[in-house]
């Protein structure tokens, strides 16, 4: 048996998320048919996390394993070939052997994704579907103020969707940096894990700040509340990039 | 008479180009929809450059005239909500009145255009079409260096489409660099104007340069043989952006 480390790109436009659903096209059930036709038997594709629909990835890692031994670069190029056969918005960046302790999920000690606003009044053209456009002019370094209120070890239950299946909503959160770059402004978050839809929301937050609706503190206030009531707004999925995923021993 | 200049930026992937066409979906076309709905006459837009089926452009300066007179902020407003209920993948970045001396195509003195190459072996996802692909390591630094063989002013025939109209193939190119970012490399090009598929004949035999199939010097020597048949390879649309046009008094 040989378990095969893949890092993934996506599009998260077609799909219903990364995990497999009953009603709709999923990036695990497209690698994992893929997959299927080059090792010719059933796979099962673990990831480091699960996305939202729209949600795109840069370098989601992912794990299978198999029975059948391949050079990891001969099996990389079969996925993307088939990928692209199937017409899937996915192609496999890197493919690795990894020993079978190693798990793409439960391995993984940092998750760091990416937000894209573009601020701008005109409607997005190349950028559709790949960031969250604010007409009004947003205060980006207000937004990073209130952002450092949510940084460290907090119970981030407003931030956290009804449906979020965590045992606990207590997170570390280890980075939440906002910065402007032209007319885009991009939130960087680093954590060991996050809960469902909390980059959303926290994105959500910072934007009432930046568009000057909510004051600076009031980011601090609603944490403070563990109340999901006292969210003012949740980010759509088409901004977040999931940006990379680490593991112990890698630079 | 109301004399509107407009910037303008498109996805070109479901357009045969900027000028209108019988046979298919234009950039002129969508405009001029979108505004004779606006002013209710017809208007005639003229643009700072043609582009091919597939270009996209970032800062397309383009003007029309009308009888009507609307604030310029509102007329832009009504041509991008015009423009995204009919699925249009353009936008109006900016609008402003001009004098009815200003010309788009004929007052403009310098087009910029980016050139993107994704270096990488895996399939494009987020980039797919707005980008070509070259799996082989490319050698930007090589490719810097034949390009400075063509800037300058030159008899360009190599370089030029068979269906050029142009009455003279000698242009002067102010600049075409060549830098690598990441895993991508950009290829910028300046000159008060262009032939016909100019941009991406350079380009097209700078990436036999990079991939090491021509030598350096050999883009010179195609350049000195004013020969289409000498050129290398034209370079496919998807990674051509339209950056800008410039006019006299404009910093």
Chains 1, 2 share one sequence.
């Not at 209120?149 to 931030?159: E, Y």
Request: with cysteine; hydrophobic share 40%.
């Amino acid at each position: 048996m040989t378990r095969y480390a893949l890092t993934l790109e996506w599009d998260g436009t077609p799909y219903m998320g990364f995990q497999r659903q009953a009603h709709g096209p999923s990036v695990q059930q497209a690698i994992e048919e893929a997959a299927e036709t080059v090792v010719g038997h059933a796979v099962t594709l673990h990831a480091a996390g699960r996305t939202d629909t729209g949600v795109h990835a840069l370098g989601m890692r992912a794990h299978f394993d198999s029975d059948k031994t391949l050079p990891p670069f001969r099996l990389s190029e079969a996925l993307n070939a088939r990928l692209r056969m199937a017409g899937q918005a996915v192609a496999v960046l890197d493919c690795v052997e990894v020993s079978e302790d190693w798990h793409a999920r439960f391995s993984c000690i940092n998750r760091a994704y990416e937000y894209r606003i573009a601020n701008r009044r005109a409607p997005l053209t190349l950028e559709a579907g790949r960031a969250w456009r604010i007409a009004r002019d947003l205060d980006a370094e207000a937004m990073h103020r209130a952002a450092q209120a949510l940084v460290g070890k907090h119970d981030f239950t407003t931030f956290r969707s009804v449906q979020c299946q965590a045992a606990s909503a207590v997170k570390t959160l280890d980075r939440l940096d906002v910065r402007r770059e032209g007319d885009h402004v991009i939130i960087e978050a680093a954590a060991r894990s996050f809960l469902h839809h909390q980059v959303r929301s926290m994105v959500g937050c910072l934007a009432l700040v930046g568009r000057g609706e909510w004051p600076v503190d009031r980011v601090a206030e609603a944490l403070a509340a563990r109340d999901r009531c006292k969210l003012g707004l949740n980010a759509p999925p088409e901004g977040l990039y999931f940006v990379k995923a680490s593991y112990p021993g890698e630079s």
